[in-house]
């Protein structure tokens, strides 16, 4: 499917790898394999060095830019700079999100308030702060995707408040479907099933969490970071042009069983 290079002369910004344990890392790699131009964000300084090998080993001549959503002026930059190279925007990849450590760990009415903040506004507002700056420039359409998890809708032990921040993620791809629709501009999410990356290790017993989930799951199997991005080269592609404001799992099933 990879080689029909469905997204020829299409750029796309892929923010949140961090290593090639990364989900946005594989999604990259289907998006690279379809034909896209690709830009990376990276975090900041920390993140810099691992992730320009990465690209600069596989994908030499990609853009990148440090990018952490956390700062409005570096969000500018991003938009700046992608108008400059490129001009016109043609997909945007959300695939990160944050909690404190110690908010991953224990009972979720522990919660602090600034726990509760830096959750929601790493892991959910960043989508729409990264959208408001670089839909301008996806004036012949798209398509936006972030990176959920079935922890927003039901209990997941240690996942606290990153449930509750990716509660909030999902609705704001429902509003910022229904704000973009007009300029055909598609916002969906992903739900992936969990998978071992450099996040999933912050949750508390993050493994015991893949116990018995291949029994339990329809498919047999845990998703793989490659399956999600198969979700993602979908969304990003023109065969999912009716598709907007929705979630779609890639857990092999997982989240339609009740135990
Ligand atoms: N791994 C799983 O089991 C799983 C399941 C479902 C959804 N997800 C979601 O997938 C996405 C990607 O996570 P991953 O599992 O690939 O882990 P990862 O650690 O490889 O990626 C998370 C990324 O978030 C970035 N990030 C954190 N704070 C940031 C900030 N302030 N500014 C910019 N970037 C920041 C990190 O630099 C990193 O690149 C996340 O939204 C995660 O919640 C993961």
Redesign the pocket.
Known sequence: MTDLKMLQGKNIVV?????K????WAIAQALNNAGANLAFT??DER?KGKVERLVNENMPGALMAP????EDAELDDLAKRLKQEWGTLHGVVH????AKKEELDGLFVDTSREGFHLAHD??SYSLTAAARRLYPLMSEGGSIIT???QGSERVVPNYNI?GVAKASLEASVRYLAADLGPHEIRVNAI?????K????KGVKDFNRLLDGVEERTPLRRLATADDVAAAALFLAADMSRAITGTVIYADCGYHIMAT
């Not at 923010?15 to 290593?19: D, E, P, Y």
Request: proline share 3%.
């Open positions: 923010m949140g790898v961090a290593n344990r990364s989900i946005a990276y975090q993140f990018c952490n959503v956390a695939s990160l999100a944050y790493i892991s990176l959920t998890f990153m739900s992936a099933g969990p998978i990356t450099l996040s999933a």
